[in-house]
Nanobody, 123 residues
Framework: VQLQASGGGLVQAGGSLRLSCAASGRAFSSYGMGWFRQAPGKEREFVGAISRSGSITTYADSVKGRFTISRDNAKNTVTLQMNSLKPEDTAIYYC?????????????????WGRGTQVTVSS
C-alpha cells in the first residue's frame, strides 16, 4: 500500500483544514487507518485512528472534539477534518495503515506510512 497525504497549509488559529490520504492498492479496506503528527524537535505522536469499516474512531485527548477522521473505502481515501485549530497543532501530519486494525495504530504498530503534509497554524 502506498499512501499520499495532501491538504496541508497555513491557517490562522481558529480556522479549519481538511487533510486527505489517498491509498493505492486493492486491499485498502483491510487496513485500520490513522493519523500522526510530528512537530519540530518532538517525537511523532498519535492523532487518531479509524477502523476498517469506519464505524469506530479514536482520538488523542489533545484533538478530541476538534478533529474528525472518516474514510471512503470505495475511493481508497481517509480524511482528517481539523477544526478550531491552535498554534500547537502545527506539525507535519502523516497518514498510516495497519493490518492489525485501529487498535494497534496507537502503539505505532504501523505497516505503511505516507509522506507527510505540513500544517502551520499562526496565532
Amino acid at each position: 500500500v502506498q499512501l499520499q497525504a495532501s491538504g496541508g497549509g497555513l491557517v490562522q488559529a481558529g480556522g479549519s483544514l481538511r487533510l486527505s490520504c489517498a491509498a493505492s492498492g486493492r486491499a485498502f479496506s483491510s487496513y485500520g487507518m490513522g493519523w500522526f503528527r510530528q512537530a519540530p524537535g518532538k517525537e511523532r505522536e498519535f492523532v487518531g485512528a479509524i477502523s476498517r469499516s469506519g464505524s469506530i474512531t479514536t482520538y488523542a485527548d489533545s484533538v478530541k472534539g476538534r478533529f474528525t477522521i472518516s474514510r471512503d473505502n470505495a475511493k481508497n481515501t481517509v480524511t482528517l477534518q481539523m477544526n478550531s485549530l491552535k498554534p500547537e497543532d502545527t506539525a507535519i501530519y502523516y497518514c498510516a495503515a495497519a493490518l492489525g486494525g485501529w487498535t494497534v495504530i496507537k502503539r505505532l504498530a504501523v505497516d505503511y506510512w505516507g509522506r507527510g503534509t505540513q500544517v502551520t497554524v499562526s496565532s
